[in-house]
């Protein structure tokens, strides 16, 4: 256990300063000391991307992240993606398809997929079920999931 | 969003939630308030003083008022004693009780499962959301109604017959000025209005009045599609679930497993985590768990500290590969056969021709998308407890107990968990923090790590199913018989109101009481003879086992209908007839029978006898199959289409088509969306899912050791046909589309090699080798 350490973080585009181990995951510094709950614990273990958020644009893992790691960088969640009054073209669509049961792994699909299509919207049928692999969703929404992700590339391709 | 609470956010008064004074405190997403310390003060004593009392009646299941407020500005809440996971039971809810109560949908807003608000109806519980829990609330809207016309009968001075209600206003029919709306009849106040309860309290708890509920002609919400409440905030991130829950005072407990199933606790190294500060280790026999201030640090501590288990080496679970063979020899503690018609035995020996087949199912995790997660405050008063249990009523009965307190001392709020199937690991989480709890002397938020989560959680029960059939000359299916060989299906059961049903009871020594049952096919199909029936046997372990069993979605569904559908088919092929023919010929009703008609039309499915083999290209062959199932009066038929890479093994179902009648559909659209799920989650259990053990430990414990399905599983198209007969009451759908998926998929996969597969999970590794063997 390394020695706590003062940090300051950039998180949806706003400055805070925590006092925590730098090897603790990411996720535990976002959801305790910045308070942040969107990105949630599912494995602990990059398995299941419940706990996805962005690192200067990249879908990453926040349960095996350091936070010590991400000093300096822009980290964006869930909640920074967008809000009903503006939402990411993913989440738009993700309400539209009704998508989420339990709902408690869609954080980590929606941001997956928003960090996909950004960069590339024209992706084929079978470039977004290879880009979402490695995804959990235990209630099985996957059908729905596909139809919104083809949504929101359609919307935003256009 | 942080969310630091505490037990008085829940204090406004329910009379301020009742003026509209717009203290609807929406704590949590959506949980209610109850009456404070103070207005309890004043009131206490005070009577409840006829209709529009201003002091509110007890909470208890003969007063509308445990179910239904109209606050002054109109909105109607209703409480609700069971809740939604995720497929819009509370919509489906509020439709029916603005339906009944003649109000707009979008004013009616049904809370759920909060033991302070509302009255003990089972929580979510074998599908039963809509068929018993939307029947009561069904006629208790129906009464607010009746009572409130009356009302303004009175006041307006003309019979209740000439009486209408349009959005909550109550007028003569034809004289639109002479009104008033039922916010001026209650003003706030309560009904004060009895009702005829059952006495009963759970899944069976019916309550009613002198109304009649409306005629399903004149409905104009229900049976319609209405959208989902709970999924923006899911989808924005600013639903809060039970692990966001955060209380002031709160520490971290993390519970620590044994190693080595059924060993006992010796002691533990408290040096082996002193670079952990301020962590504080709680030991009661053979319960031991880590406290500390700070989450990650309970974390480590769990991890690092050096616990002593004694008495491992038994090897209670034998080898893996033994399983079954298991199962097979096993002493039976119990059994029943459930259905039995004509000799079966005699049918079986006279027959020209005689079908035997041995079908096996693995234990399966709930491996819900997170560990569970509770929070207690065992000092507070009452007692709070945040859990994510499908049945928090029963939840806090059981906290209550484990605390040795009566069972009405703790409020149980239901709040929004990492999924919920059946009995996950949700109650022993509430278990765990109540005992760390009154310990520590502080609220306790306990949660799990993935291991404990897939490891430690209930399973569903392992099985072998014996299936033996007989045709006589002409080729007539005469005789039929199923039986299960298996583990108990509630060997914890699926409340959590006894602490023996968790694990920190039973690491505590209660007493145990398993229910020793299983269950057999629904008796649907018309064979002249026939025996359908279940043998249990003990469990490996009979506490603290990572393979303790109880209830997994559509409990005993999939296993059954793996094998008994594959039967069937087996059956039709040996009748020389296409499987859709045979199920058209053979089960009982027309409301049976117009399933299959309508899967097959909207599948197009071609009639063949036996399997077609080899349809498809070179590496992939492509096949069809159909199975059927009913549950507890729904019915369901699938068709899946399949194509398996005969190189990889791998099965992909391209297609389902479902069709589905569960009597008058409230909600087409939340129902079909409900059915995509079902479908997918159990095309996940039969392709991939299977709980692997050692001599004495589960080792399937992450997603990489307990794989699902995943993007690329998914099939390209859900074919949902919906059947709506809104002369029946409605049933439950919860779970009946999970049923037939495995047998549609087995017998679609017979159909494209033919080869049948009889022990599941099909996964690629096992389809290569059935595919080799031939
Ligand atoms: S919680 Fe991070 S990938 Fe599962
Ligand atoms: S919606 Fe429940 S795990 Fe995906």
Redo the contacts between chains.
Sequence with gaps: ?AKPQRMRLNVNGGHFTVT??PD??LL?AL??DI????P??????A??G?CTVHVNGKAIRSCVTPVGSVRGKKVV???GL???EK?HPV?TA??EE??????????GW?MTAAEMLNKNPKLSDKQ???G???????????????KAVKRAAKAMAS | MTNMISPKDFEVSRRDLLKGAGALVVVMGAQPVVGSKKAAAKTRGAKAMGFGSKVKPKLIPDQLDSFIAIRADGKVTAFFGKMDMGQGLDVAISQIIAEELDVAFEKVTTLMSDTGTSVNQGGASGSFGVKWGGRTMRVIAAEARRVLVEEAAKRLGVKAARLEVNDGVVSVKGDMSKKVSYADILQGNYFNHKLTWNKKLGNRLYSHGKAKPKAVKDYRIVGKPFPRIDVAGKVFGTTDFVTDIKVPGMVHGRVIHPTRAGSKLKGYDASSIKHIKGVRVVQKKDFIAVVADNEWDAVQAARDLKVHWTGGGKKPFGRQEDLYDHIRNAPVIKQKNRFKGGDVDKALAGAAKVLAAEFEFPFQSHASMGPACAVVDAGANPVMLWTGSQKSHYTSYGVAKMLKMPKGSVRGIWVPGPGSYGRNDAGDAAMQAALLSKEVGKPVRVQGMRHEGTGWDPKAPASVHFCRGGLDAQGNVIAYEFISKAFDRQNVRSNESQPRDNLAGQALGAKLKPRKFFSEPENIYNIPDYRLGWKVIPPFLDRNSPLRTSHLRDPIGPQIQFASEQFHDELAEAAGMDPVAYRLKYLRTKRDRALITAVAEKAGWKPRVGPRKGQGGKNTVSGRGIAYARRSGSKVAVIAEVEVDTRSGQIWVRKFTVSHECGLIINPDGLTLTIQGNVVMALSRVIYEEVMFGPDEVTSIDWDTYPIAESPDTPEAVDVVLINRPDKPSMGAGEPSTRPVSGAIANAFYDATGVRMRTAPMTPARVKAALAKG
């Design positions: 256990m925590v181990d603790m995951p535990y959801r305790n308070g942040l709950n969107n949630h614990f599912g494995c602990g273990l398995q299941c419940a969640t869930l909640t967008g809000t009903p939402p989440q993700f309400v009704q998508v989420p049961q339990c709902g408690y792994c869609i954080n929606i977004i079920r290879a979402l692999k490695g995804l959990k969703c235990r209630c099985g929404t996957h059908f729905a999931i596909l």
